[in-house]
DNA sequence: GCCGTTTTCGGCCCGACTGTTTTCAGTCG
């Protein structure tokens, strides 16, 4: 409602800071990784950043009514069509406004008709030119909402980064944006490069062979779309901005926007070029990110922090986190062999764990009644686990743990009887079927599961699939609450379409005391490199090194798995 | 409407680009 408000509010013309008001109120609240109505409950509302005493009563009337009048009303007299005509590239809320009052236009397609019959060019303020790309942006504004997975977007960064160093007047080059930031959606991706010769640079990016069609070719930014689909944004700077043009791109927006405040308050000015002191317009920092930090009195903030979730503060505080780094990863919790339906024999995925300098992997197979996919019978989990013990006599520098991703079934009890899950390394638990029962249902069913003492890890707590399926409804706090008394981990699960749990919870459920693990669900070699996403959601939950078993080394975790 | 390492009142990020109304408003990131 509120963001609704939002675009409400910018066509009817208020108040620009009330509107930016309710528009952080707005973000703030999407992102709080809580239910609003237990913060409500225990009357924090105004402890949310950008929530005060205006919004605070406004919460309270939608939770207490389920409506807020002040919205109703506005909503009252507004086509419905009309928000929509915002979200098309080139067209504000100013343009939306004058388009309404003046041609009555209430609907992309009315949009689309005025432009064809040229009526828009006539209006005061607009142009031919306008109209043009008005009609450019109806074109493209469907394919804009689409966003990539993270994955997709990694996979298509980095041969094009590759390739940009490999050009003489390219110095500094890195990702930038949500990318950088390793967002689990991706929108465009940026790169940012430095260099004394942009033109060179520009050239050389426009006629890689991966690119399709040029959208936009200039002095020092260039934008393509690739073969695939994508967009990709190059820009250079000069050496000298390198470090605050990175903190621009990068992002978050309000991170930016929050750096900037500070800055002002120091009599500073940050921009893309450097900061400066509002005085003179001295240059005093810009080369790299640190210095640009530091001028601020900060330390450096690591890129996946950027959200504004309480990165500055923490930083002013010198309070952030030392976040876990791929290089402390000692395993991988979750991995599937040919003995249900991966594709490789354990011995070939014991290799190539050895190959990643790990000291252990889990190898956790379907359970019985995943028929979908080849679930182990008892006979030959059994015939798995001796197997394995034989394969770790003749195996030097790591262990294969024996593990199963054992369904949790409808009532909750688990797919495997006590007497064999208790002969196994690591128990795995989770969810395959029924993921339409009730939030209730749903919860009580992983409540119960992880009453069974043998289960150490809850695989991928929401089963969602980014582009396929939402996550099913379960009450994260009972979740959390029993999974950090109990010890039992939650996964993050790094499969490039779940990464589940997803960031905002990993960072509340650490607050309940959880311990996590991460786990592949690799079913392909290839993708025992999909840790490092995992990793990512890590670190954009604000993980240490210590709030994950994998960074345990193998005698410290066989020590945890015997204590619990 | 929110907020306080200037402030309980008076501010609220910064710059590029575009097109059009020739000095700047609107949009975008």
Redesign the pocket.
Known sequence: MLWEMVEMLEIKGA?L??I???QK?AQNIENLGEDIAQIAKRGEL?SI????????KRIEEILKTGKLKEYEKLKKGFPPGLMQIISV????????RLLYDKLGIKSIKDLEKAAKAHKI?SL???????EE?ILHGIEIHQELKKRMLLFEALSAVRPIIEDLKRLPEVRLISEAGSLRRRKETIGDIDILTSSTRPGTIMKAFIHFPEVKEILAK?L??SSVRLKDGLQVDLRVVKPGSFGAALVYFTGS?SH??KI??L????KL?????GVFRSKGNKKIAGKTEEEVYKSLGLPWIPPELREDQGEIEAA?KNQLPRLVKLSDIQGDFHVHSNWSDGADSIEDIAKAARAKGYQYIVIADHSQSLKVARGLSLENLKKKIHLIHKLNNNLKGLKVLTGAEVDIKSDGSLDYPDWILSELDVVIAAIHSGFKQSRDQLTTRILKAMGNKYVDIIAHPTGRLMGAREPYEIDFDKIFKQAGLTQIALEINAFPQRLDLNDLNVRRAKKFGVKFTIGTDAHILTQLANIELGVSVARRGWLEKNDLLNTLSLPDLQKWLKKK
């Open positions: 108040n800071f009330r930016r008001a309710f109120a105004q950043p950008g929530v005060g005493k205006g919004v605070a590239p080139e067209v504000g809320p100013k343009t939306a060019q005061f303020g607009l142009g031919a030119k306008i790309n200039g020092t930014k927006k930016n926007i900037r405040e800055a002002k308050k120091k000015k940050v921009s893309e070029y002013f």
